[in-house]
């Protein structure tokens, strides 16, 4: 549980709206490849999960909280921790970062599906992962 | 405070992701434009509140919970409600609907920032329409 | 051949970027609402030419002109029409206007796919109608 | 006028349409996120050409060919060069390949402008940088 994935990357002019900062809904955006690169990283893709387990992973649920606003050509890191888990859920903490300061942070909860849309459990290979 | 502001739209290409489903970054998108739209529609505009009053509204916390997906080409309303009121910022309720379904339902707290990116008032008027 | 599809949009601060105009990209996006919002208006829908038809259609290319910025708040209307058209693929003219000001030109080329990816027939009620 | 500027990165669910691709539009953003890593990748950056020489470079034209989809997960890499160039004005040429397999190309015409959007020169340094 005391696992913390760490994801860097930049802002482009993409991610900014005409605030002159990071438009509200794309942290999200940044979250979820930071989850992307977390599953990576150990070993699985979303990809794998769907094929070989008919696992999808979806959130549930984000509660987000806005700091301080990211600019354009900021580099930050997402700093991402699973706070709880459960045979067909888990809780992350989301943290991002520019240097030493908090920019958004975030809670998720995720949960499994299969391809009928059906709640299902995850995979014990990625629970092992996860609590290791 | 029972105002309710209702915004319909739909579901494009752009708005979906590989899973089939409007990616969950995106519902924060159509709960923008229903506000502007809410904002447009009691007289104000975005671009006014800058210009006249040197006052940005901005997302301080979304906390959103994804209850059923919506699909490509679903036709949708937003209807968006505020539940409390200060001088300086506002929460609102705003529940994505598809016929009679509840999609998402979110609490989104808005603070008012000048363009030093200070905490200032919310224009007098601009209370007043919310409260009427 | 020479029917016009019009469709009308505004611009939102997911449409804009740190320059404060739309992002350049995101023109791609107005323009296939428009297109969705063209093969609607003629009875049809994606979702149902995927159904009935096994047809998808994709873009091929897309030559894009950006002559003046789009901004914030904008009142911006898309107008298409087809230019030339075969049995597997078809051009469009697509033109975003403000008013009387002409924002960008687009020349896009698409074609009707299968759902494994090989190109297909566009169905016959389609070109009709686009012929028509 | 050879040099090559490569630029690696892979597709988040946030790039994908409902078609189970990249969406058309996206890949507009990956060829800016190149064109903008290149610019640091020869010591300049967008935001020191504004402040320091009130220089803004925008797209003024984007002709693109979409030659084979790219999907979810997929490491791709955007290899541009610049194939024309004036004292205001620049062509690339921009490919996106997925290991040996070209997915788009495009050809973007870019222009130096200044804060009140007017067509001015591009800084001196920039042009030897990129002739060098």
New interface residues.
């Given amino acids: 549980m005391k696992k913390e994935f760490i994801y860097n990357f930049?802002v482009?002019?993409?991610d900014?709206?005409?605030?002159?900062?990071v438009?509200?809904?794309?942290y999200?955006?940044f979250l979820?490849?930071a989850r992307?690169e977390a599953i990576y990283s150990i070993g699985f893709?979303?990809?794998d999960l769907k094929r070989t387990n008919d696992v999808?992973i979806?959130?549930?649920?984000?509660?987000?909280?806005?700091i301080r606003?990211a600019?354009?050509?900021d580099k930050l890191s997402v700093h991402s921790s699973i706070i709880s888990i459960s045979k067909a859920s888990f809780k992350m903490n989301q943290i991002i970062i520019r240097q030493e300061e908090k920019i958004t942070e975030a809670e998720v909860v995720l949960v499994a599906i299969n391809s009928s849309?059906k709640p299902t459990k995850l995979p014990e290979e990625l629970l092992k992962k996860f609590n290791s």
Avoid: H, M, Q, W
């Fill in positions: 930049k482009y002019y993409e900014t709206d005409a605030g002159g900062v438009y509200y809904a794309n999200l955006k979820e490849r992307s893709s979303n990809l999808i979806v959130v549930k649920s984000c509660n987000i909280n806005y606003p600019k354009f050509e849309g």
